[in-house]
Antibody, heavy 125, light 107 residues
Framework: QVHLVESGGGVVQPGGSLRLSCAAS????????MHWVRQAPGKGLEWVTF????????YYADSVKGRFSISRDNSKSTLYLQMNTLRAEDTAVYYC??????????????????WGKGTTVTVSS | EIVLTQSPGTLSLSPGERATLSCRAS???????LVWYQQRPGQAPRLLIY???NRATGIPDRFSGSGSGTDFTLTISRLEPEDFAVYFC?????????FGQGTKVEI
């Protein structure tokens, strides 16, 4: 059973930095791409970033490009999100989620599958 | 960039009724790339439907997805008390993922 646990959230001042972690278990972490998705208080979901299973390909939303960096340690089954130059609008619950798929090659259907419970980041002076 | 618009914003229904939720894309998208999630208050989102019409593991058959091109629908045939929640659609863009703004299904 896929299990994802985020940690590292907290209160940080504007311009500050924070590193989030996501500990994965119940599946072969090194076989799966991973996402970070956030949700501002009372708002909808916003995709933040994605990393391929081998860590070589990464994508970012424009709102975080150049400030956030995604990485992973497959030996520790852990995903990271380094957040720099934080702004008030980065305040949100941050979820990690795995990149699942169904079907058979080459006709896979991909989707953001299992989500962790999230960790809260508050950017405030 | 694909923009997903969900309607209505809020759907007020009673248990046992049928719910029909819409997700409209700003341009035609492949059905394979359209996904639906449920989010109950205080919880993380849960995968419901992938590839526009495929139920995820463990999802009751009262949930169904349909559509193609720019218009997609999530239908809940008979609402159960636990179905009152917010529903989001998602487009897998390959290098950019986009969520709709959500539809709240309330009693």
């Amino acid at each position: 059973q896929v299990h994802l646990v985020e940690s590292g959230g907290g209160v940080v001042q504007p311009g500050g930095s924070l590193r989030l972690s996501c500990a994965a278990s119940g599946f072969t972490f090194s076989n799966y791409g991973m996402h970070w998705v956030r949700q501002a208080p009372g708002k909808g979901l916003e995709w933040v970033t994605f990393i391929e299973n081998d860590g070589n390909t990464k994508y970012y939303a424009d709102s975080v490009k150049g400030r956030f960096s995604i990485s992973r340690d497959n030996s520790k089954s852990t995903l990271y999100l380094q957040m720099n130059t934080l702004r008030a609008e980065d305040t949100a619950v941050y979820y990690c989620a795995n990149w699942g798929r169904s079907g058979s090659s080459p006709y896979y259907i991909y989707y953001i599958d299992v989500w962790g419970k999230g960790t809260t980041v508050t950017v405030s002076s | 960039e694909i923009v997903l618009t969900q309607s209505p914003g809020t759907l007020s229904l009673s248990p046992g009724e049928r719910a029909t939720l819409s997700c409209r894309a700003s341009q035609s998208v492949s059905s394979n790339f359209l996904v639906w999630y449920q989010q109950r208050p205080g919880q993380a989102p849960r995968l419901l439907i992938y590839g526009a019409s495929n139920r995820a593991t463990g999802i009751p058959d009262r949930f169904s997805g349909s559509g193609s091109g720019t218009d997609f629908t999530l239908t809940i045939s008979r609402l159960e008390p636990e179905d009152f929640a917010v529903y989001f659609c998602l487009h897998n863009g390959g290098s950019l993922w986009t969520f709709g703004q959500g539809t709240k299904v309330e009693i």
